[in-house]
Structures are given as structure tokens and as C-alpha cells.
């Protein structure tokens, strides 16, 4: 939890950079570990700032954008910016409001919020301060029974899309997590959820991964059960094969999110940046495609909408802005990002979310 007092921040935090660092000096090392950690060695998590670093911008002169702004439509909702808070477990690990106060920063900030199934304030708590466009993040639970509970509480408080996450049915190697022995705080839980028991072996010669854990993960008919118990719109969260992808649009959901879990799942895997263009290319032109893992910099949003992706969600910065300044330093965050992006839209000669492509970029992707 918070180790030293918010009214120490300084008054200058031009970049979310400033932000990581002072939330580094607020929580304690198990909650750093948590937040900030990627799985065994986090060659992904490193491997999705560089290629976002290595994408070098194109910049365009002369042209005239003064009409500009970032709005945007989202599965038929507008925003502000296409920056998207995206679903963080347990944010009470970062400040006593957590999730309320990460949602009540993004609605002011004009932006679209992700609710966490591991959240650790309820839908009720939620709903009561919160009115803006909400979507809500799943994880399929143990039964069928308790997945539906799960979405007819989403629907009953008016979050309008379902983003399931696929790509993490068992924990990544959290290495980090577990040289500083991590473990939730006895007041941080996810309280939307019961408490699953633990995991009994599944017997003499059988593996805990194959026949335990991956017993109970979902498939793509878990999938095709939830789109027929359900109006809301499903997008697919953590896909970067084509194939998944190729799944996925032919099961006809709204949309996917091409991601590697913020380097938090499987290691060693591609980023976004590389497997973007490969992947809109085979869900073709109208599929909402969104991105995350690894996104500091407005120009990081250009970059991914340049090759492919409609909105990018952040994860990490909402945590480092919660754990400095609670809703304040999220509002910030989102502020300092929608800054940046408004400024690299300029410099590139685009004037609207629609305009920014490929030629943004050198050498064009």
C-alpha cells in the first residue's frame, strides 16, 4: 500500500515516465513487484517498448490541421481520444479509491474505462459513481453458471461490451512476484467474485498444468456459448496469432485486442508492434482492432493506430498515477497522453484519428 503521503508530490510531472518513478517510491516492493513486473525473465515486456521505439514517425509540413481534434467512435460510442483505461486487477493495491477513482478520472478525461473481473470495488460501487460508457473485462470463470452471473451483473449495470481475455488461462512465470513473496494485502480482494478453492492435484502421473489447471480453461466453444447467452458486444482480448484472429472474425465478434498481457502471460513472444499489421491484414478493414502493452507516449498511440489498430489501451500508467495522486494523477496521466497525441498528430500532418495510416510511419509499414 501507500508508503508516504500524496501531499509530497512534486509539481512537476511532465511525462508518465515522472509518474512510474514516483509510484515506485509509494508502494511498497511486493505492490511494485505486482504492478510492474513481467513474467520469468520479461524479455515480452521489454521487447514491446522497443519495437514501439524502434518505429521511427514520419512527419508531414505545410499542412493545415487546425481543424484537428481526436474523437473517435468506438462499436457505435464516441470519445474523446482513442486512449482506453484498460482492465488492471486489484487498483485498491495502489490507492484506497482504486477502480473508482481510475473511472471517475477517465469520464472526466472524455475516455472509454475497462473494468477489471478482478476489480476490487463492486459494480454497485461503480455504477453509483460513474455514468460514462463502461466496458466490462471477463474472465471465464470455473463454471458456466458463475460466467453468466458474472455477465448479467455487467449488463444490469449498463456496461456496454464484453472484452474476454483469452490469452491467460493460467498465470505467466511471475518470478519477480515471488522473490519479494507477494500476496494481497487482507484488504484487497476482487469482490465481485467468490474465493475459488484451491486446486486439488489431479492424481498419480497426471499433470497440475494439463489435467489441473488447463482443465478449467475456456475454448473458442466457451466462446460460442457466451455470444448466445448475451446482446452485448464481445470483443477478444490477448490474440497475436493470425489464426486466433482468423477464429475470431469468423465467429463474428465486434472486435479483438492484439496484446501480449503487457509481457505479464507467455514470455518470449512478438509484440503488438510486430504482429499488428499481420493481423489487420487478415481481419480486414472493418473489425475493431485495438492494442496494448507497452504504450508511454502519445506518439506510442500514433505509431499503433498507424499500423492497424482503431484505440490503444493502457494498463501500468493508470497504476502509477493512482498510487501518486489517486483520480487526479490518472486524469493526468490520460491528459499528458491525449497531449502528446494531439502534438505527433500535428507534426505528422494528420488532422483526425481516421487519417492516421501507414505513411505516418518510415519506412511505411
Known sequence: MLKTPLNTIPKTLAALSDYENLARERLTPQSWAYIAGGSA???SMRRNREKLDDLCLLP?????VKLGGTKTTLL???FDHPIISGPVAYQALAHPDGEIATAMATQAQGGLWVMSTLASCSFEDISNQVES???FQLYVQPTRSQTLELIQKAEHFQFSALVITIDAPINGLRNREQRTEFSLPPNVRAVNIDTPPPLAHPGEGK???FQGLMAQAPTWDDIAFIQ????LPIVLKGILNPLDAQKAAELGVA???VSNHGGRALDSVPSPVEMLPIIRQTVGDEMMVLADSGVRRGADVVKLMALGANAVLIGRPLMYGLATAGALGVAHTIRLLRDELEMTMALCGVGSIEEINKHCLWPTA
Not at 508531414?60 to 493545415?64: F, M, N, T, Y
Not at 448466445?228 to 446482446?231: A, F, N
Open 207 to 209: 499433470s497440475v498444468v
Open 76 to 78: 457505435g460510442q464516441q
Open 60 to 64: 508531414r509540413a505545410l499542412k493545415d
Open 228 to 231: 448466445q447467452h448475451t446482446s
Open 41 to 43: 525473465d520479461e524479455l
Open 133 to 135: 460508457p463502461r466496458w
Open 255 to 257: 472486435g479483438i485486442v
